[in-house]
C-alpha cells in the first residue's frame, strides 16, 4: 500500500522536529565523522612496538646441579 498524503507529511514534520533544518544533519554526521577519527587514532596510538628494553624473560633457568647421564 502507497503511503498517502497525511502519512507522508507526518513523517516530515517529525524529521523537521527531529533535526530542525539549517544543516543539523550535516552538523551531526560531522560529528560523527569526527569520533570515529578519534577512534581510529586511538587505536594506531596503542599498537606501538615495544623495545627489547621492554620486555621480560620468563624463562626458568635450568637446574644446573643436576647431572646428566
Known amino acids: 500500500m502507497a503511503p498517502g498524503w497525511m502519512q507522508i ?3 516530515a514534520v ?4 527531529l ?3 539549517r544543516g ?8 560523527m565523522a569526527k ?6 587514532k586511538g587505536l ?3 599498537e606501538k612496538p615495544s623495545g627489547k628494553d ?3 624473560n620468563i624463562t626458568p ?9
Not at 569520533?35 to 581510529?40: E, M, Q, S, V
Request: charged share 30%.
Open 9 to 11: 507529511l507526518l513523517v
Open 14 to 17: 517529525v524529521a523537521i522536529l
Open 19 to 21: 533535526f530542525g533544518g
Open 24 to 31: 543539523r544533519i550535516s552538523s551531526i554526521m560531522g560529528d
Open 35 to 40: 569520533g570515529i577519527g578519534a577512534f581510529r
Open 44 to 46: 594506531k596510538d596503542d
Open 54 to 56: 621492554d620486555l621480560l
Open 61 to 69: 633457568k635450568k637446574d644446573e646441579t643436576k647431572s646428566s647421564s
